[in-house]
């Protein structure tokens, strides 16, 4: 019974047909910094900010995403930029701008969905 409930509870959640203020609460967390590696002696750490998410919107985000992943790979190819790669951000960034003024020019809509995984 406890299953169900969990599960029913996942897909008012993902579904948006929770609360909002209910919503907006178990998609909360901690934010931190993390080091990926320990500092140098009197040197500066290199560090990331790390969401902390509640253990039940982790997991039901995480059986969310294992679900979709297939649909979503035959609809975006992935593409990876920036690492190890000199200027890869560089042109991502040069992408970005001539998609969105082409859009702009043209009228049209567009979506640029960046996704560091």
């Known amino acids: 019974m406890a299953?169900?409930?969990f599960t029913?509870?996942?897909v008012r959640y993902l579904s948006?047909?929770?609360p909002?203020?209910?919503r907006r609460l178990l998609g909360g967390g901690l934010l931190t910094a993390l080091n990926k590696d320990a500092p140098d002696s009197g040197g500066v750490p290199d560090a990331r900010p790390v969401k902390a998410e509640?253990?039940?919107t982790s997991s039901w985000c995480k059986a969310l995403g294992r679900n979709l992943s297939n649909v979503v790979k035959e609809?975006?190819?992935p593409q990876q930029l920036?690492?190890?790669v000199s200027g890869g951000v560089e042109l991502y960034v040069q992408g970005f701008k001539i998609l969105f003024e082409r859009a702009?020019?043209?009228g049209s809509k567009v979506v640029i969905v960046t996704i560091d995984i």
Do not use: K, S
Request: aromatic share 4%.
């Open 75 to 77: 609809v975006v190819a």
């Open 54 to 56: 509640d253990t039940d």
């Open 104 to 106: 702009v020019r043209d």
């Open 8 to 10: 029913d509870l996942g």
């Open 20 to 22: 909002p203020w209910l």
């Open 82 to 84: 920036g690492v190890g």
């Open 3 to 5: 299953a169900e409930r």
């Open 16 to 18: 948006g047909r929770m």
